[in-house]
């Protein structure tokens, strides 16, 4: 360097949001909250909480399928798994399969049981099939995991985004958090159906605009699959059954269905979707769109994250020290890739937020449901429809304002909110999903069975994952892929008014001495998070079989009649609140032996409470219209409406 020419250390400027991407983010708030007053005002309203919980079971299959893609696609995910197919490579793509087996596994277990019970809460089943206590704790588990999930999840992308782009947290986490918990509130689940699936088109636009943004930039498709494949990011063939492997084919396959099914088959926040629609053919319908769905969103992340490799092959953002964690790659890659084009960076904005406001009012919802149906109707069975509709919303409005109070306290956790969202959920699914094998499955298990179950499947998977956590297993242990910084901008060089970059190699990093660590910590810890549902799922069940066995199995003829899988598999699908309504003979609540007169040999509707619903029977001869000797079937199993038909002595 000559005379007047002077080095200096490369820094990397700060990108930040524009004020057309703060426009178009607006935006999507705006559109949100508008589907939420729609359906608030449209035809009065909500009149019931029947109306308000599950949309009056009317919805269709296209518009749930689509709500409950939208409702896994949290900003964790929206952010974390184009991260990590930047560093596990394409083979993240097996996921789908574990999602698909998931899909057939809910469709033809679990989703004719909650479908033909017509129950609310999913919870309610467990008290049918063993008791009140086993409800309460289920339902109470849920409240707290899912509180605590949701407010990480609110707050978790909004701290993202701060460290990469100065994007005041405050001002994100307060205006999603408010406005989320407003049209959840006024709008029920209608509104959180159909904002999610405006949400579900603004992420897949979000995620094609970066692919195709991205690709062009690389040189096109060929060039970005060549870098790919050059560098083991087609790593499909990964079939190392090493449970303590991040990503693996029996990863995706056995870890990943147990977790899907932990969330889509028993979880409050997905049955209450597909028992909102019209029929048991259209709810297994909107399981296969929700397929589709899950498909090409997880695609569309993976694509990402194989163009993000391919444009930072030779200099890696982490390495380079321009990011600081693995889940800041995506918000990093729009602003550098979209510098030139205001707005657009928006859109991956909204993409973002999108996903958090379809899994936020999505968990508001089902716990002002779990709240309703599992606490306040069993204690308080003679409220009116309207009040139990206020009492609904009410309940939409505390636990949205107990999310944002819960988000405010994540800030608290530093930067272990990411891992904390997948440790509370896969702590307490896993368990609650074994609970629910053992009542649909095991006929022989009993309540002490099903609590020790849970409580020894609570106790292992909490333990491996606070493990885990304290002690995080090795980058080789996991199979990150390499990633390099061979080519990065390294000084700013200038002579008079002339100035370069100069690009070279990074200098080599100061490996500190690894912390002592316990020989479990390498072992048991190091297990792949995705078994960690497994692992509950699975110490549930069999401590609950060998628990029943030692205090006493349940004999199958003592069994609550057409609770176990097969007793409501040999019914007909549940009633359609449009079809006609069916006669029974009038039986006195008064007289037992009556009651057996009366309905003889009638099997009782599945799941129907013992004194209330016993006016449900199958009837075995027709009565004249119009008599006295006729009553008309709820379509709806509440309390109330059988309390109506006491009341009124039809």
């Not at 990964?238 to 990943?256: A, E, H, L, Q, V």
């Not at 089902?366 to 308080?380: H, R």
């Not at 309504?581 to 040999?601: C, R």
Request: charged letters at 10%; proline letters at 5%.
């Amino acid at each position: 360097m000559s005379q007047g020419g002077h080095l200096e250390v490369f820094k990397a400027e700060m990108l930040t949001f524009s004020l057309w991407d703060y426009g178009v983010f607006g935006l999507m708030l705006l559109i949100s909250t508008s589907i939420g007053l729609f359906y608030a005002l449209r035809q009065g309203g909500q009149k019931t909480s029947d109306d308000f919980f599950t949309g009056g079971r009317q919805m269709s299959a296209v518009p749930v399928g689509l709500s409950l893609s939208a409702s896994f696609m949290s900003a964790i995910q929206v952010l974390g798994v184009p991260a990590e197919a930047y560093r596990y490579g394409m083979k993240f793509l097996w996921m789908c399969v574990g999602q698909l087996l998931n899909t057939l596994l809910t469709a033809y277990l679990f989703l004719p049981v909650f479908y033909r019970l017509r129950l609310t809460s999913t919870y309610e089943y467990l008290e049918l099939r063993f008791s009140k206590k086993v409800r309460l704790c289920g339902t109470i588990q849920y409240i707290i995991a899912t509180m605590l999930y949701t407010g990480i999840v609110i707050y978790a992308p909004a701290l993202i985004l701060n460290q990469v782009t100065g994007l005041d947290i405050w001002a994100s986490l307060l205006s999603t958090g408010t406005i989320c918990t407003f049209y959840t509130t006024i709008g029920g689940m209608k509104a959180v159906i159909w904002t999610d699936v405006f949400q579900v088109f603004v992420m897949l636009s979000g995620f094609i605009a970066i692919v195709i943004q991205g690709t062009l930039m690389v040189g096109g498709p060929g060039q970005v699959l060549n870098i790919a494949y050059n560098n083991s990011r087609i790593n499909f063939d990964d079939f190392n059954p090493d449970p303590r492997s991040r990503y693996t084919f029996w990863t995706f396959i056995f870890g990943g269905t147990m977790v899907w099914l932990s969330m889509y088959g028993v979880n409050q926040a997905q049955v209450q979707r597909y028992v909102a629609c019209k029929t048991e053919k259209e709810a297994k319908l909107a399981l296969l769109v929700n397929q589709v769905g899950l498909f090409f969103i997880v695609s569309s992340a993976v694509a990402c994250g194989i163009v993000m490799f391919a444009l930072y092959k030779d200099c890696d953002p982490l390495l380079a020290g321009y990011i600081s964690a693995p889940d800041q790659y995506m918000p990093y890659l729009v602003l550098d890739i979209f510098e030139k084009y205001p707005g657009v960076p928006g859109l991956f904005l909204a993409c973002a937020y999108s996903g958090t406001l379809s899994t936020a009012s999505t968990s508001i919802n089902a716990m002002a449901a779990v709240t309703v149906e599992d606490l306040i109707k069993p204690s308080m069975p003679n409220l009116s429809p309207r009040k139990l509709t206020l009492i609904s919303k009410g309940l939409s409005l505390i636990y949205g304002t107990s999310c944002i109070t819960v988000a405010a306290l994540s800030s608290l956790l530093g930067g272990g909110v990411l891992q904390g969202s997948f440790t509370v959920m896969g702590v307490i699914s896993g368990p609650l999903l074994g609970a629910f094998i053992l009542g649909m499955f095991i006929p022989s298990c009993n309540t002490v069975g099903v609590f020790c179950g849970l409580g020894i499947g609570f106790v292992l998977s909490f333990w491996v994952a606070v493990g885990g956590t304290i002690y995080p297993p090795s980058p080789e242990t996991m199979g990150v892929l390499p990633s390099y910084g061979n080519f990065c901008p390294l000084y700013n060089a200038s002579e008079g008014l002339n100035g370069t970059i100069v690009f070279g190699p990074l200098p080599p990093l100061n490996i500190s001495e690894p912390m002592e660590r316990p020989a479990i910590a390498d072992d048991f810890y190091a297990m792949s998070y995705l078994y960690y549902g497994a692992l509950g799922t699975l110490s549930t069940v069999i401590v609950g079989i060998l628990a029943s066995c030692l205090t006493g199995p349940v004999k199958r003829s003592t069994n609550r009649p057409g609770v176990l899988w097969w007793d409501v598999m040999k019914q007909t699908s549940s009633i359609s609140p449009e079809e006609p309504k069916i006669p029974f003979a009038k039986v006195s609540q008064d007289s037992p032996d009556l009651q057996k007169k009366a309905f003889g040999s009638a099997i009782l509707v599945s799941g129907v409470w013992a004194d209330e619903k016993a006016l449900v029977a199958k009837a075995e001869s027709g009565f004249p219209e119009g008599s006295e000797e006729s009553l008309c079937l709820c379509t709806s199993l509440e309390p109330s409406c059988f309390h109506l038909l006491r009341e009124t002595d039809v």
